[in-house]
């Protein structure tokens, strides 16, 4: 059985939906035969040309041609999309036979729809693997393309290929419950969350953290943010968080990564004067335990009209260095309702700076509390999100699509 992954994003690129397929493919290697196809570009550099045939850890990778627009004009993306689909579809379709499994994410958006065609035709089984729910998505966010007309054809085609993929695997239960909203069997319905490395991904004193020395901020509270700053996330009630602590020299604000909304931000943190935020690029993934360690307590944030359309990964990796969790946003949702029912953090409403700034300001106060959520934040981790325990939830998947093909 070849199981062969699509996504736009794979190793190099430090995206999140690459680097959970990085981990997934590298670890079922060396049971599988794996193949990627994906495209040669990196996610902030759509010019980049990564070699189109490449062997890695077992994983044979294949990268197809797609236009280079980038995100900067819809009119762009959308010929990015259109000959990835193309490109990928054709390399599907040669590799694809019957029983093998073909696990389609969603980058780009409704890949599944054609690598649905593809194993249909090859005889081999649709596998979505879900990051996000489209177009449902783009409709919270205020596009066109999720609404009226275009929405409900974009959703008729997507819920064909849910209904007819042998598996759907969701991030959580609010995903999993939307998915089953569409009529799917819930027996085809598997919650498989994202991960971190519980290995390479350790708990660490902050005073041991070369970072802190190397930025300046040794003897700061820090409050940190880490990843992507999409259009998912609201950060109004973060920034208005450090303006109301500005007066407060011992917090600082600690923003590592990059995304839709970066430059809003520092537009806003410079307007308003805030000598408290600190921004950082991406830092490459052998130093993440070091810049998720940085900070005292992490910010994770997603609107409460994308709960089960979305699940922010970058609480994972946070659990796993043993950092609290300040999520701000619907307490009942995904991240909410773990971080509740682990006490490794706290939960704010969207908008309610004053809840923020109580939750940095207690945090700050008590160490013993801080220390005390960040250890059971690692033991739900351990319990619950590490790599190894969502690998043997895949390759039990797999096993059981081999068993149907016997």
């Known amino acids: 059985m070849k199981i062969i992954f699509v996504n736009r994003y794979y190793a190099p690129d430090h995206s999140a939906t690459s680097q ?8 079922l290697a060396a049971e599988f035969q794996v193949y990627v196809v994906t495209s040669r570009q990196r996610y902030d550099d759509p010019g980049a040309s990564l070699p189109r045939y490449e062997l890695d850890h077992l994983v044979s990778i294949d990268r197809v041609f ?5 995100r900067a004009s819809i009119p762009g993306r959308a010929l990015d999309y259109l000959s990835f689909y193309i490109a990928a579809s054709l390399r599907l379709f040669h590799l694809a036979r019957r029983g093998d499994a073909i696990v389609a994410k969603t980058d780009p958006p409704l890949i599944s729809v054609p690598a649905g065609w593809v194993a249909r035709l090859r ?3 649709l596998v979505n693997w879900l ?15 999720g609404r009226g007309t275009a929405g409900a054809t974009l959703r008729r085609m997507r819920d064909a290929s849910l209904h007819r993929a042998a ?32 290995v390479a991904l350790q708990p660490s004193p902050r005073e041991a953290n070369p970072l802190r020395t190397e930025w300046g901020i040794e003897e700061k509270f820090v409050v940190g943010y880490s990843g992507n700053f999409g259009r998912v996330h609201e950060f109004h009630t973060l920034i208005g968080a450090a303006e109301a602590l500005c007066a407060q020299p011992d917090i600082v604000f600690l ?9 809003m931000l520092e537009i806003a943190a410079r307007d308003r004067g805030l000598q408290n935020v600190v921004f950082k690029p991406y830092q490459p993934r052998s130093q993440l335990g070091q810049s998720l360690g940085v900070a005292d307590v992490h910010v994770v944030t997603l609107r409460p009209e994308l709960e089960g359309l979305v699940v922010p990964s970058k609480f994972y990796g946070i659990a796993a260095v043993g950092r609290p969790t300040i999520f701000i946003g619907d307490p009942e949702g995904e991240i909410g309702r773990i971080v509740r029912e682990t006490a490794s953090g706290a939960c704010v409403g969207q908008g309610d700076v004053k809840a923020l700034v109580d939750a940095i300001t207690s945090l700050r106060d008590d160490p013993e509390v801080r220390q005390q959520m960040g250890r059971n934040a690692r033991r739900a981790f351990d319990l619950n999100f590490d790599k190894s325990i969502a690998v043997a939830a895949w390759r039990s998947l797999f096993h059981a699509l081999e068993q149907k093909s016997a």
């Open 255 to 263: 923003l590592i990564g990059g995304g839709a909304q970066i430059t």
């Open 123 to 125: 005889r081999a089984h």
């Open 131 to 145: 990051q996000d729910i489209f177009p449902e998505v783009a409709a919270e966010l205020g596009l066109s393309v």
């Open 167 to 198: 598996a759907n695997v969701a991030l959580g239960l609010r995903m999993q419950d939307r998915v089953a909203a569409a009529g799917v069997g819930r027996e085809r319905i598997h919650v498989i969350p994202n991960w971190a490395d519980g």
């Open 66 to 70: 797609s236009t280079t627009f980038g």
């Open 20 to 27: 959970m397929l990085t981990d997934l493919a590298t670890a």
